[in-house]
């Protein structure tokens, strides 16, 4: 079914072009990055990628795209359709709310985010913040140590616009998007979006143990995955603005186990549906005051299934069904012109019912405000500060209400620009971050652990940004460093046991971390209209167990924290072609706390090139593409015994209309 609608959708694309539909072009996507680097000027850590970014490195899902984010670490399971989960400066999942047009995804069931089941076409960009009131977001945008915000594209500039993109690759993985945008009239404007994918997921891997190896193809591995995405946007008077949004995602895959003695096998499967209707109205009352207003309800469906689990009835299937409604406010004031207020606050109701836990089908409420300031007493000083109160009440249908959780989480930061004439900015910034633990930590039965204690996270960051323009051979040059350290309390660490569904919750005690980031950004000067640019991304940093002396572990690097991870782009232009070359290196970690030999998970390396070229076609433009990623067949894992992709190809096409 997937295969045909993938070849019926290329015979309409052809349909298109072959017509001729007589409108006004897009603006074409530059192939050429903006010179001017994001974060250079913010207080805090902050890194943004577009949609052409997420291109050129040939970003499929959002995880790939944050893969090239200086810090980051994407804790990847394996397999075309594995979870993929954030870790930043070795800061759990947790601590990194995950926002859909400045609306937080709700997972209070696993608290992860599988960031590998949203797809790039129809975004516009990607940021990372941590912490900075630029943005008139909501409350629970600042409540954790960092934010990732997906912006979806809304605007049609052109009374009507259809986008396509269609591609295969390798183990029979073919992926489609078409996006379709109409404008009604000067006001009202619609958007249908249409994503799928499908996979066989059965790539070759090197099996070693002691001294043989052998080749094998993963199992249990296939993907069917489908998302649609409707949008409206109403202009009212005086610019205000109400965007609404309906998603809904199906998938179902199997869930490839981990790799040991020679035992490849696994039947578990995962089916899920997932859909939100939500709404931003934006009002702007005067030149000063301006306020959002957020709606939200969502409803996720999951289905785990292990047909020869050992039990009484010979086989296992859990359901989950998870519902929220989220309501929430952001208004930003300019008391002066220096200085600004905001205030956000946020209503959040999760409930869940599962076929697990006993019955206990928890329910929780949480309240989040956010009271930030930012001024620029002098000229070359900027300052900010903010104080984000939570107030968190369980219940569950046993009646055994949980202590409600408060807590009052502060940020401070500040930033100095010691020449007036250079781009030269000095910042610091501490931040303080709480979260519980999800319903999967607490309750659910063959992973909760209702001893679990809430995690608590401090960071300190200090930074030097600089950038310059038109310096000698360079159009463009930019350099941020960052020293940070993370103090965390009651640490919370996932580890997976025997598939990607099972796990083992626990708390470490304390931890801390400290490291450096750096990331470079340039462009050279245009060589006979061939243009060179890219980026290089660097981060050191040691996550020690700092709980008991007395303990084996003590001093130890905490399980799965890498120690080196750097990514760069290279890029090149000309006229209508581009080529892109992309790395990524992880250092070493360990799969247990214990940093002995038999834990290690190996450094590694990959390397991918992407070409773009561009043709035009009546009144449509036709982008001809094709990517190889891990060039040289590197045999690694991100998590122990779940070996990840080799070499693998992608050709395919967009067409803008």
């Known amino acids: 079914m997937t295969k045909a609608f993938y070849i019926l959708s290329l015979l309409i694309c052809q349909q298109v072009l072959a017509r001729g539909i007589d409108t006004v072009n897009l603006k074409d996507i530059p192939i050429i990055v903006s010179p001017i680097q994001k974060g250079i000027t913010e207080l805090s850590p902050t890194q943004e990628l577009t949609k052409s970014d997420l291109q050129k490195i040939d970003a499929i899902n959002i995880a790939d795209g944050l893969n090239h984010f200086s810090g980051v670490n994407i804790?990847?399971?394996?397999?075309?359709?594995?979870?993929?989960?954030?870790?930043?400066?070795?800061?759990?999942?947790?601590?990194?709310?995950?926002?859909?047009?400045?609306?937080?995804?709700?997972?209070?069931?696993?608290?992860?985010?599988?960031?590998?089941?949203?797809?790039?076409?129809?975004?516009?960009?990607?940021?990372?913040?941590?912490?900075?009131?630029?943005?008139?977001?909501?409350?629970?945008?600042?409540?954790?140590?960092?934010?990732?915000?997906?912006?979806?594209?809304?605007?049609?500039?052109?009374?009507?616009?259809?986008?396509?993109?269609?591609?295969?690759?390798?183990?029979?993985?073919?992926?489609?998007?078409?996006?379709?945008?109409?404008?009604?009239?000067?006001?009202?404007?619609?958007?249908?979006?249409?994503?799928?994918?499908?996979?066989?997921?059965?790539?070759?891997?090197?099996?070693?143990?002691?001294?043989?190896?052998?080749?094998?193809?993963?199992?249990?591995?296939?993907?069917?995955?489908?998302?649609?995405?409707?949008?409206?946007?109403?202009?009212?008077?005086?610019?205000?603005q109400l965007t609404t949004k309906l998603y809904y995602h199906h998938a179902e895959q199997g869930l490839p186990g981990a790799v040991i003695l020679y035992n490849p096998i696994n039947d578990q499967r995962l089916r899920r549906e997932d859909w939100f209707l939500q709404s931003v109205y934006h009002k702007s009352w005067n030149k000063k005051l301006q306020s959002k207003f957020y709606f939200k309800h969502a409803s996720n469906w999951l289905k785990y299934t292990d047909?020869?689990?050992?039990?009484?009835?010979?086989?296992?299937?859990?359901?989950?069904?998870?519902?929220?409604?989220?309501?929430?406010?952001?208004?930003?004031?300019?008391?002066?012109?220096?200085?600004?207020?905001?205030?956000?606050?946020?209503?959040?109701?999760?409930?869940?019912?599962?076929?697990?836990?006993?019955?206990?089908?928890?329910?929780?409420?949480?309240?989040?405000?956010?009271?930030?300031?930012?001024?620029?007493?002098?000229?070359?000083?900027?300052?900010?500060?903010?104080?984000?109160?939570?107030?968190?009440?369980?219940?569950?249908?046993?009646?055994?209400?949980?202590?409600?959780?408060?807590?009052?989480?502060?940020?401070?930061?500040?930033?100095?620009?010691?020449?007036?004439?250079?781009?030269?900015?000095?910042?610091?910034?501490?931040?303080?971050?709480?979260?519980?633990?999800?319903?999967?930590?607490?309750?659910?039965?063959?992973?909760?652990?209702?001893?679990?204690?809430?995690?608590?996270?401090?960071?300190?960051?200090?930074?030097?940004?600089?950038?310059?323009?038109?310096?000698?051979?360079?159009?463009?040059?930019?350099?941020?460093?960052?020293?940070?350290?993370?103090?965390?309390?009651?640490?919370?660490?996932?580890?997976?046991?025997?598939?990607?569904f099972i796990w083992s919750m626990q708390n470490i005690g304390q931890v801390e971390t400290r490291g450096i980031e750096w990331s470079l950004n340039w462009q050279l000067k245009p060589v006979h209209s061939i243009r060179f640019y890219g980026n290089v991304n660097f981060l050191y940093q040691e996550a020690l167990d700092k709980t008991d002396p007395a303990s084996p572990t003590y001093n130890q690097q905490v399980a799965y924290t890498l120690v080196q991870n750097i990514s760069s782009s290279t890029s090149m232009a000309y006229k209508k072609l581009s080529i892109h070359y992309n790395t990524i290196y992880n250092g070493y970690s360990y799969a247990l706390n214990e940093n002995i030999a038999t834990n290690l998970v190996p450094a590694w390396i990959t390397q991918d090139i992407v070409l773009n070229y561009e043709l035009k076609i009546k009144h449509s433009t036709i982008v001809v593409y094709g990517a190889v990623h891990n060039i040289f067949d590197q045999q690694y894992e991100i998590i122990k015994s779940f070996p990840m992709v080799g070499r693998n190809y992608r050709i395919g096409i967009r067409v803008r209309s």
């Open 75 to 240: 804790k990847d399971y394996g397999g075309i359709g594995g979870l993929k989960t954030i870790s930043i400066r070795s800061l759990s999942a947790y601590h990194t709310n995950v926002l859909i047009d400045g609306i937080r995804i709700n997972d209070a069931q696993a608290g992860q985010v599988d960031l590998g089941k949203y797809f790039t076409n129809n975004i516009t960009s990607v940021e990372l913040l941590n912490g900075s009131s630029e943005k008139c977001l909501p409350a629970s945008a600042y409540s954790s140590v960092y934010a990732i915000n997906i912006k979806t594209d809304h605007d049609a500039q052109d009374s009507f616009a259809l986008n396509g993109d269609f591609s295969a690759g390798s183990f029979n993985t073919y992926r489609t998007a078409i996006n379709l945008k109409q404008r009604i009239n000067t006001r009202n404007q619609i958007g249908v979006s249409f994503q799928g994918q499908y996979s066989k997921g059965n790539y070759e891997y090197t099996l070693n143990n002691l001294q043989s190896s052998s080749i094998e193809r993963r199992q249990n591995g296939d993907i069917r995955s489908g998302q649609v995405d409707l949008d409206h946007t109403y202009q009212l008077k005086n610019n205000d």
């Open 307 to 500: 047909p020869s689990f050992l039990n009484s009835e010979g086989f296992l299937e859990d359901q989950f069904l998870q519902k929220s409604y989220y309501i929430a406010t952001a208004n930003q004031y300019q008391l002066h012109r220096d200085i600004r207020l905001q205030i956000s606050t946020d209503l959040d109701f999760n409930s869940l019912a599962t076929t697990v836990y006993e019955d206990q089908n928890p329910q929780r409420l949480s309240w989040i405000s956010y009271i930030g300031i930012m001024a620029k007493p002098f000229k070359c000083f900027k300052i900010e500060g903010s104080l984000s109160p939570m107030i968190i009440q369980e219940t569950n249908h046993l009646n055994v209400a949980l202590p409600s959780k408060n807590k009052l989480m502060p940020y401070a930061a500040l930033g100095y620009q010691p020449f007036k004439s250079h781009d030269l900015y000095l910042r610091a910034s501490y931040k303080e971050s709480f979260r519980l633990p999800s319903f999967n930590d607490l309750y659910y039965v063959r992973v909760g652990n209702t001893d679990l204690i809430p995690e608590q996270a401090q960071q300190f960051n200090l930074g030097v940004t600089y950038q310059k323009n038109n310096f000698t051979c360079f159009d463009h040059i930019a350099i941020i460093t960052d020293i940070f350290q993370n103090n965390i309390d009651n640490k919370i660490v996932a580890i997976p046991t025997k598939n990607l």
